[in-house]
């Protein structure tokens, strides 16, 4: 682990676009300062991912100055959209569970609609350090997260993906690979460890900042999704059900809970604690 490294940072502004990859990036209480605090919601208020619709690959979400985004995708002009004024919040569904979150324009709403070819749209949380709870199982007092699918960061290895994909080479779909990693839309890599090193790690730290590991992360059908077409396949679940499956859960990755803010920058030493 003596050369393990931060290889890259990834924020999402808007849950299931497309995000950017920053060479540095603040961790607040409930991950990277502007990741996932934006989301698209149906008629009923329940959350729209990639799930459901795979064409939010092709859209794409940049952070803009004071927590706003600027919105894009292919045959459409892009949109800046501010943080919503305070106002009455809506009732999001988020896997079951009800938060509130501020609606944002109408101009949103009617721009990622048609881009999705339904009516959907577009909420922030305004509060993020009250609004949604961590799974009490698998927390500590007072640990929030944002509009991401559990928990505040998702770490990934590199040398863990190029095992998978070293798996999915030698077996029956093997045309489908190797799968690059923005399948798993991961908040950081790291780099210089072993193959699934990560899976023995309860804490560490990434330069300044401290982690616990809350739980491994259990992928879905997310990941077999090529993020340039829209197109799905069978991989990876194909290849994790048969090596990386614990009881249900097809696992690649671990999620982080920040035990203290602080800055991340590519290239940080990545420290096992326990």
């Not at 809970?257 to 940080?268: M, N, Q, S």
Request: hydrophobic letters at 40%; aromatic letters at 4%.
């Amino acid at each position: 682990m003596g050369n393990a490294r931060l290889r890259s940072i990834h924020v999402h502004p808007v849950k299931s676009f497309r995000g950017v990859s920053p060479r540095e990036a603040v961790v607040e209480p409930w991950g990277l300062a502007g990741d996932r605090r934006w989301t698209l919601i149906d008629d009923g208020g329940k959350v729209v991912t990639r799930r459901e619709q795979p064409r939010l690959a092709l859209a794409a979400a940049e952070p803009l100055p004071g927590g706003g985004v600027r919105l894009s995708a292919p045959g459409r002009e892009p949109l800046e959209v501010a943080v919503p004024e305070p106002a009455a919040t809506v009732a999001v569904d988020v896997f079951g569970t009800e938060v509130a979150a501020v609606p944002a324009s109408g101009t949103s709403h009617a721009w990622c609609s048609a881009h999705l070819g339904e009516d959907v749209r577009l909420v922030h949380m305004d509060e993020p350090g009250s609004r949604r709870p961590l799974d009490p199982e698998f927390a500590r007092p007072g640990e929030t997260v944002s509009f991401a699918d559990g928990y505040p960061l998702l770490l990934t290895g590199a040398a863990s993906l190029g095992a998978l994909n070293e798996l999915i080479a030698r077996g029956e779909h093997a045309a489908e690979g190797p799968l690059p990693m923005n399948r798993f839309r991961p908040s950081v890599v790291v780099e210089g460890t072993e193959p699934w090193a990560e899976d023995g790690w309860s804490a560490l730290s990434i330069g300044e900042v401290d982690f616990r590991v809350a739980r491994p992360c259990a992928r879905c059908v997310v990941t077999t999704t090529d993020q340039d077409t829209t197109r799905r396949g069978r991989e990876p679940l194909h290849t994790l059900a048969r090596h990386r499956r614990t009881g249900g859960r097809l696992l690649f990755g671990q999620n982080l809970v920040p035990l203290a803010p602080g800055t991340i920058r590519v290239g940080d030493p990545v420290r096992v604690l326990s």
